[in-house]
């Protein structure tokens, strides 16, 4: 095993690697550029990298945690061993996360215990199916006239896809409005103090990947955006949702609006998934997103050790199909 430090050397070895969307070089170095760690520990052997970074005395992927969603560990269990082993006996805290694999059963058994709860992504799968009166045919009956009542007061929208360019000087106005929307519902949005950051993502996907951006007005002011990211392996809904607080329509209106422009998209890119990401999912659920697993490796003893409260645990087990190593390690040493 090889251990890279020096900052050149690690990204030179990673510009490389070609992997999905969000866990491609470029888009990770826009992260990390932001996050501005303090070290670089690249782990390396043969053609097998696992890219690091510390900062603030805990290791994390290479550009951090906060917006570096899905990552992708080599098919190389000696080799994670190793890196946890060389970690744990330097004493560092790690958040290894998210991981798009469950490695749990290539750990060695003192390693298990890094393995904590961590919440899914939610996917829509065969989108390029959809169709709104077999979905809504699906529903209850309340819930169908609830849905129906929406589609009714989309005639009062206007849904527009716009360029990058003629959305940039609008930018700065619908994230305030998208912050303002969050604090009025008593929440953070994840993009707070991070605007510049978001807008550098939007620049390099408008650049490298094909970025889709709908807006939604009423009366000509803007009520909701949304985002879908994608190229010819895959399409992300990245960003976006109302910003209109006292609006009861709008969420589910721009569902609707989304799983129409995925559908286009599945057909013509011949893809059949849309990636939703993470995060609040009662629409996701509603309109028939499945939660796909996403693993984590932890030692941090500042680490909340929870599942998600908005996944009732007989899901999380139909989910995960296994406990986590972490739970295992805590229901014996109780024991």
């Known amino acids: 095993m090889e251990l890279l430090t020096k900052r050149s050397d690690c990204e030179a070895a990673l510009s490389g690697l070609s992997n999905s969307i969000l866990d491609s070089y470029r ?25 690091l970074v510390l900062k603030d005395n805990l290791v994390t992927f290479y550009g951090g945690t906060r917006h570096n969603w899905s990552n992708t560990l080599p098919d190389n269990p000696a080799l994670i061993n190793k890196v946890l082993s060389y970690l744990n006996k330097r004493d560092y805290a790690f958040r290894i996360l998210p991981i798009n694999r469950d490695y749990f059963t290539d750990l060695n058994v003192e390693h298990r215990v890094f393995d904590v709860p961590f919440e899914p992504e939610w996917h829509l799968g065969n989108v390029q199916d959809y169709d ?11 819930k169908r006239w609830s849905y129906r009542r929406v589609l009714r007061h989309m005639e009062n929208y206007e849904f527009e896809t716009v360029s990058h360019e ?13 912050c303002r929307y969050f604090s009025q519902r008593g929440k953070v949005s994840a993009w707070y103090n991070a605007e510049h950051l978001l807008g550098e993502i939007f620049e390099y996907f408008a650049e490298h990947e094909n970025l889709l951006i709908r807006q939604v007005t009423h009366d000509g002011a803007i009520v909701a955006v949304y985002t879908i990211v994608y190229n010819s392996q895959e399409m992300i809904h990245y960003f976006g949702g109302s910003v209109k607080k006292d609006d009861n329509y709008i969420s589910k209106a721009v569902y609707f609006d989304m799983l129409s422009i995925g559908k286009q998209l599945s057909l013509q890119l011949d893809l059949s998934v849309l990636n939703g990401l993470r995060g609040a999912f009662t629409n996701k659920k509603s309109f028939g997103y499945k939660p796909v697993p996403l693993y984590a490796l932890v030692k941090d003893d500042t680490w909340i050790v929870r599942r998600d409260a908005d996944i009732s645990e007989q899901q999380y087990d139909e989910i995960y199909g296994r406990q986590f190593g972490i739970e295992s390690h805590n229901r014996d040493a109780s024991e």
Do not use: G
Request: no cysteine; net charge negative.
């Open 27 to 51: 888009y990770k170095a826009i992260l990390n550029k932001h996050y501005e760690p303090d070290e670089y520990l690249f782990f390396r052997e043969n053609n097998d990298l696992i890219p």
């Open 132 to 142: 709104q009166e077999t979905f809504l045919a699906s529903l209850s009956a309340k």
């Open 166 to 178: 003629d959305f940039k000087p609008k930018f700065s106005d619908v994230m305030d409005a998208h």
